[in-house]
């Protein structure tokens, strides 16, 4: 009677734990995760699709907001250590962010590696830039989210994505970065030299076309070009560094941004980027 009266009570705390939130019972999946973003920058709009032959949980992300694909900066979804690898006849190069508690994101076909192998990483920081390397037919974004080594539904800001079966039937519109750190997200249409100041009197180096982050904007020397003109300029960081200068708070001609015109300085958006 005594050994049944122990189990009974040894069931009903079983049962029990079940039911109580984060207990045994409660889903590991949900419980654990990090709230992970878009693996690109603010303000993008990316379309979405799953491939009937790919066995893992992956989403592979093309640009359609008329930015391009190639070459676009991949965003950490969420912090944690970034460790780089190859696979030529597969990922091609590829990042693994390891998240704690047993999430990981992946990110394939990388073009370039933005951090070095073991890096702490901050959500929205650039850890690569879009491209087609190993087996791949396009520039594209394969990311993956897994928790102890298995494939998860892929949840961006809590919320489920759907699978489906091809492109240009889900889209979906980033606020990783978003102003977060101080970092506004622009496209820029051409190439520039990036200066010691406002001006063009001392070039430190070149900012690359692209998909770039920008800390803030200041008034200075009118810079005229082709299509019209710009007083603002924006602090960033330099895609190259020409022999002693200094790439890093440079000061590039906001009349490179792709959607903005005269005198007019805005992120990705369409929001003001503030004045240093």
């Known amino acids: 009677m005594r050994s049944l009266r122990i189990a009974l009570l040894a069931l009903a ?40 032959a790919e066995v893992r949980r992956a989403l592979d992300f093309v640009r359609t907001d008329g930015g391009a694909t190639a070459g676009a900066p991949v965003l950490a979804s969420a912090a944690g250590t970034a460790t780089r690898h190859s696979q030529a006849g597969g990922a091609g190069n590829y990042i693994v962010i390891d998240h704690g508690g047993g999430w990981r994101t992946y990110y394939f076909h990388l073009a370039t590696y933005s951090v070095p192998h ?32 298995v494939g998860q539904d892929i949840r961006i800001n809590g919320t489920a994505l759907p699978y489906p079966g091809s492109y240009h039937q889900r889209y979906l519109t980033s606020d990783n970065g978003c102003g977060g750190g101080g970092r506004f997200w622009v496209d820029t249409f051409a190439q520039t030299e990036g200066y010691a100041a406002p001006n063009t009197a001392s070039p430190q180096g070149v900012l690359l076309q692209g998909t770039h982050y920008v800390y803030c904007k200041v008034w200075g020397a009118r810079y005229d070009g082709v299509y019209g003109h710009n007083h603002w300029w924006l602090r960033t960081d330099l895609d190259r560094t020409h022999p002693g200068g200094n ?25 003001v980027i503030p004045d240093c």
């Open 118 to 149: 073991g890096a702490a990483v901050a959500q929205g920081q650039q850890i690569g830039t879009t491209g087609s390397t190993g087996n791949s037919s396009g520039a594209h974004i394969h990311y993956e989210q897994l928790l102890n080594g």
């Open 13 to 52: 705390a079983l049962i029990a734990s079940m039911l109580l939130p984060g207990t045994a019972g409660a889903d590991p999946a949900t419980a654990a995760a990090p709230t992970f973003k878009a693996p690109f920058g603010c303000g993008q709009t990316w379309t979405y699709s799953h491939h009937s």
């Open 247 to 271: 790439g890093r708070g440079a000061y590039v001609p906001a009349y490179y941004l792709s959607r903005w015109g005269n005198d007019e300085a805005r992120d990705n958006s369409g929001n």
